[in-house]
């Protein structure tokens, strides 16, 4: 991943993170701010329908003890304590319930049947079950369901009271919980409140949900089966609770619901308010946020990309020229140079940078040159004093015995051709050392380009190891090498797998045999050669060990440097083609050695499927 991708990854998560940070901390506040606001409101509410629900209770009673204490009532009843006679009052119920506005109205005579009903007539004579409890019991108002004519039952607030100087008949009045006492509740925008009423329900029993029971100021309550869990826990607990609720799968169609039981004088639950407060508002608010903070992303994410691209402008894109011309410095083209363009009078890092670079590779294109002629220079000397020491050596014998030649011309015939055939013979084999000499430079002078083709490594080693160690393989003709491998133990360890790479066998044996000659010169007295070769990750290894004196740290950094030798008669040239040889193959070849602990050379060539350049 280039810098201009990670600064762009890198700004537009931050962005994001700082948006999405925001944004949720804006709607977690709103959230809370709406759900304290609800909460206020449904409190306010309930203490509100309390309220309403108390001032009623003392109306009713206030209105019962009225007329209990009233002398109508008190002469109607001392009439029916003396002569049980009812019937002149069946319709005294209506009558007075209509003065009295209430709801509803039963007068309940010495024997705890209805004297005169005024919701239900018919009703005279049958048993009343309030007037069987006690009347110190029921002081204050209370709920009670009430069966009507149409079949139905309703939900009212009653007080019972004996009428007084006759406190064997009593009286029932009370007022109905419907939608009218509903609509007395002033609720705030955006809250609703509704009744579900359990009047149907047999005693001592919890009803199963029925939604036509639950109902608000405009009716019938839609999607009523939502608030059952609700009504449900209050009417099995009796104690109040609140909870979310969705009406549909849109988020702004849910509600803050908070129900409240109201219980009868035996503390059944009667019936439960239901406060609604509706959450649209709040969704909505969240939404519009929500929208808000995807276009500040969006537009944050535009400007980062903006500026990312001017960042990428001023510092990766010279960067990446930069790292572009330190690679070509690397691959040998000193004249590299960055393209400052406008940048040219630039004092930011970067042109700075650009600039000491380009100083840097202007001075090394400077000082090429004058390297290239000290080194040659030093190749040169380095030559004529190599080859002057290598021609010194059999000039020295060449002019001794012309020398000898020039004193034997004034001895006898005989004596002379006798001196004269010695002399002949070792000018002949000094010349020929000379010949061999100037052969070796001339060979590394002009090393032949290798001809790859495709061979395994292993089949090579085993062909320098025939060659060496005639005991190991087929018979040699080579007398010298078998003398010499005499006190020398060969082995050979090679993969099972095929070692392919791509080579010129024949300077590659070549190769490999110089190595092991000078292997076998490290151990005089005998030792152990050891030839390996093995598959290396994508690189084909070969190794040339022995059990010699080793080298020193110095020897070892020096060892394939042209004309140094540790030998007393070497031209320093071996080792030097050997490295020229692994390295026309695109490989490389190190020493590992210490004082008295043998040497290892170790061959890394390209495996087939490697790159190698002809």
Same mark, same amino acid.
């Given at each position: 991943m280039s810098l201009r991708q990670k600064l762009l990854l890198l700004f537009s998560l931050i962005v994001t993170a700082a948006v999405a940070a925001v944004a949720w901390t804006v709607l977690v506040r709103i959230r809370q701010v709406f759900d304290e606001q609800d909460q206020e409101k449904t409190t306010l509410l309930v203490n509100q329908f309390q309220r309403e629900f108390q001032h009623r209770s003392a109306d009713v009673v206030s209105t019962v003890d009225r007329m209990a204490s009233s002398e109508h009532l008190r002469s109607m009843a001392v009439e029916l304590a003396r002569s049980s006679d009812a019937a002149p009052y069946l319709t005294e119920a209506q009558t007075l319930a209509v003065e009295a506005q209430l709801d509803f109205l039963e007068i309940v005579g010495p024997d705890g049947n209805i004297v005169s009903s005024a919701q239900w007539p018919a009703r005279f004579g049958y048993p009343e079950p309030v007037a069987q409890t006690p009347p110190s019991t029921l002081t204050q108002a209370f709920i009670k369901r009430e069966d009507l004519p149409d079949g139905v039952t309703a939900l009212g607030i009653f007080a019972v009271r004996s009428i007084h100087g006759a406190p064997t008949v009593e009286i029932i009045g009370g007022k109905r919980l419907d939608q009218q006492f509903l609509a007395d509740l002033p609720a705030p925008p955006s809250v609703e409140t509704y009744l579900y009423t359990n009047a149907d329900a047999p005693m001592d029993t919890i009803p199963a949900f029925d939604p036509e029971r639950l109902f608000g100021l405009h009716g019938e309550v839609t999607k009523a089966s939502r608030y059952q869990p609700l009504i449900d826990a209050a009417s099995r607990s009796g104690q109040p609770s609140s909870s979310v609720l969705y009406l549909t799968d849109h988020r702004e169609d849910s509600v803050s619901a908070t129900v409240l039981p109201l219980k009868s004088e035996t503390g059944r639950v009667m019936a439960v308010l239901v406060v609604a407060a509706s959450r649209r508002q709040m969704v909505e608010a969240q939404q519009h946020i929500r929208a808000i903070a995807y276009g500040i992303a969006a537009t944050g994410i535009l400007v980062t990309i903006a500026f990312s691209m001017w960042i990428a402008a001023r510092v990766s894109r010279p960067i990446e020229e930069l790292a572009h011309a330190a690679d070509e410095v690397a691959q040998g083209n000193w004249d590299a140079q960055v393209d400052l363009g406008g940048r040219a009078d630039s004092r930011d890092e970067v042109a700075r940078l650009a600039r000491s670079f380009n100083h840097m590779t202007a001075e090394l294109s400077a000082q090429r040159e004058k390297l290239i002629q000290s080194e040659r220079v030093a190749a040169w000397r380095e030559l004529a004093r190599r080859l002057a020491h290598e021609l010194k050596n059999p000039l020295f014998p060449l002019q001794l015995t012309v020398e000898n030649l020039? !004193?034997?011309?004034?001895?006898?015939?005989?004596?002379?051709?006798?001196?004269?055939?010695?002399?002949?013979?070792?000018?002949?084999?000094?010349? /020929?050392?000379? *010949? /061999? %000499? %100037?052969?070796?430079?001339?060979?590394?002078? !002009?090393?032949p380009r290798p001809q790859l083709e495709r061979i395994d490594a292993a089949?090579?080693?085993?062909?320098?190891?025939?060659?060496?160690?005639?005991?190991?393989g087929a018979a040699s003709n080579d007398k010298a090498a078998a003398e010499k491998s005499h006190n020398i133990d060969c082995c050979v360890e090679l993969d099972t797998t095929p070692l392919f790479i791509d080579a010129d066998p024949e300077l590659l044996h070549r190769a490999l045999s110089n190595l092991v000659l000078n292997a076998m010169d490290a151990m005089p007295d005998g030792g152990k050669l050891t030839l390996s070769a093995r598959s290396l990750n994508d690189q084909i290894e070969i190794r040339v060990s022995d059990t010699g004196e080793g080298l020193t740290p110095?020897?070892?950094?020096?060892?394939?440097?042209?004309?140094?030798?540790? *030998?007393?008669h070497g031209t320093g040239l071996g080792l030097a083609i050997v490295q020229s040889v692994v390295a026309d193959h695109a490989g490389t070849i190190t020493v590992e050695s210490r004082p008295g602990g043998g040497a290892a050379?170790?061959?890394?060539?390209p495996? /087939?499927?490697?790159i190698v350049e002809a």
């Open positions: 020039v !004193r034997a011309r004034q001895l006898p015939e005989e004596e002379f051709d006798e001196v004269f055939r010695e002399s002949t013979r070792t000018l002949s084999m000094e010349i /020929a050392n000379l *010949k /061999a %000499i %100037i052969g070796r430079f001339s060979d590394f002078s !002009r090393m089949e090579a080693i085993k062909r320098v190891a025939l060659l060496h160690f005639p005991l190991t110095e020897e070892s950094e020096r060892l394939f440097t042209p004309y140094y030798t540790t *030998k007393e050379f170790v061959l890394l060539f495996g /087939a499927n490697g």
